[in-house]
């Protein structure tokens, strides 16, 4: 789902990112982990397109797209709809005078979901329930009603959260709405940046829940920048490491976790409380 080769990702000419190899296949989740300016969330957004003042170079495919030479087009169309951002503070992207189910709506209908067949209609929310034998998919106002309320309990919400305002939400509940709108737009990658860092520990139990969840019914691909190699620990498959920039440990999660090569993977699994 994601395969990048010689990623360089350079800020007024300072190398801020250098990542030779990061892939992430269908169902497996990657983390990558590193102090705060190791350059985590830079690669991140580059993945998607989403870093308009940087110079980028190397070769990034997400979804089949070739990233730094698709058209904006192109981009916008796995954005979102195939490849979903969850970000830190969720709540900051949400307008704040819309309802969550107006919003969660709009985006729908943007990507097509639950639009008439022939109009380049889609299923939305992954499962092969929503489809019948002739292909036809999720149409009209109570289909789409439908697949909204299912994505949202998918992640554990009630289903009247729908009605609420962005501000009415705690931010554990945002970060589940966003994983919520990802579902229902049928994603199939997940990028989230620190997804649970603004959360209390019953609620980040939670995140990583659904978040596993989604992988192993889904497949799901995820990738996660975070710095908290506790929550790294209970969710990825593979690690990278990174330390100003530059990638100085890979390799499977439970490896890399018990028996850190690089001293700097020392010192931050040392740090943990
Ligand atoms: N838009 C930008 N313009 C210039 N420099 C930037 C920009 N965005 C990030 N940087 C720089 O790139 C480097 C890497 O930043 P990045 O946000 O990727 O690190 P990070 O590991 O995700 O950190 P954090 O955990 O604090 O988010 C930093 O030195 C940062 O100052």
Redesign the pocket.
């Known amino acids: 789902m994601i395969e990048v080769r010689d990623l360089q990702v350079r800020?007024?000419g300072?190398l801020?990112?250098d990542v030779p190899r990061l892939d992430v296949a269908e169902g497996e989740c990657v983390a990558i982990v590193?102090?705060?300016?190791?350059?985590?969330?830079?690669?991140?957004l580059s993945l998607l397109g989403l870093?308009p003042?940087?110079e980028i170079s190397g070769h990034i495919r997400v979804c089949g797209v070739d990233v730094l030479t698709a058209s904006p087009r192109r981009l916008r169309e796995i954005r979102g709809a195939r490849v979903a951002l969850v970000m830190q503070s969720p709540q900051t992207a949400l307008s704040p005078a819309t309802r969550l189910g107006v919003l969660m709506r709009r985006a729908l209908k943007l990507h097509g979901v639950g639009a008439a067949p022939g109009n380049g209609a889609r299923s939305g929310n992954g499962s092969s329930a929503e489809s019948d034998a002739s292909g036809a998919v999720g149409r009209g106002k109570g289909r789409l009603e439908e697949v909204m309320a299912e994505a949202v309990e998918a992640v554990m919400l009630d289903r009247e959260i729908l009605r609420r305002y962005p501000h009415e939400i705690s931010g554990g509940q945002a970060q589940r709405f966003a994983i919520a709108l990802a579902i229902a737009l049928g994603a199939e990658v997940i990028l989230a940046?620190?997804p649970t860092s603004a959360l209390d520990v019953t609620v980040q139990a939670e995140v990583v829940g659904v978040l596993r969840r989604l992988r192993a019914e889904r497949g799901l691909a995820l990738l996660l920048?975070s710095?908290d190699l506790a929550l790294v620990s209970t969710i990825a498959d593979r690690v990278l490491v990174?330390k100003d920039?530059a990638v100085v440990e890979s390799g499977p999660a439970a490896q890399v976790l018990a028996d850190p090569q690089h001293p700097y993977t020392r010192e931050l699994l040392e740090a943990l409380p």
Do not use: F, I, N, P
């Open positions: 800020y007024g300072r801020v990112a590193g102090e705060s300016g190791s350059g985590k969330s830079t690669t991140l870093a003042d940087a940046d620190e920048v710095h990174m920039g």
